[in-house]
Nanobody
Framework: LEVAESGGDLVQPGGSLRLSCAAS???????IGWFRQVSGKEREGVAC???????YYGDAVKGRFTISRDNAKNTAALQMNKLTPADTAKYYC??????????????????WGQGTQVTVSS
């Protein structure tokens, strides 16, 4: 299974972005998660959606980010609102086994994609 992320951009603080994740095969049996990574730091999970559409978020993004999925198109999305400079990172999606209640996908299937860069700056 391969994934490809898109939608990253430069945005001003307080702005919004919508990231997309396209999978190479059916993902309806998998949970899907979004992660982000700043250079020199570990990759962190930010949001996860289960195979039955339950959603989970990390504390840093709760109330601002919304994860969704479309099994018919093998895609997922991350709507990001009220962005701050602390959200600047490269964002990755992945499919896998299950979501933690802190928004972290566990049991990833397949390789990481190339990611998409989100920069929040005035």
């Amino acid at each position: 299974l391969e994934v490809a992320e898109s939608g990253g951009d430069l945005v001003q603080p307080g702005g919004s972005l919508r990231l997309s994740c396209a999978a190479s095969e059916a993902v309806r049996i998998h949970a899907i998660g979004w992660f982000r990574q700043v250079s020199g730091k570990e990759r962190e999970g930010v949001a996860c959606i289960s195979d039955v559409y339950s959603t989970y978020y990390g504390d840093a993004v709760k109330g601002r980010f919304t994860i969704s999925r479309d099994n018919a198109k093998n895609t997922a999305a991350l709507q990001m609102n009220k962005l701050t400079p602390a959200d600047t990172a490269k964002y990755y999606c992945a499919a896998g086994g299950w979501c933690s209640d802190r928004g972290v996908l566990n049991g990833r299937v397949g390789d990481w994609g190339q990611g998409t860069q989100v920069t929040v700056s005035s």
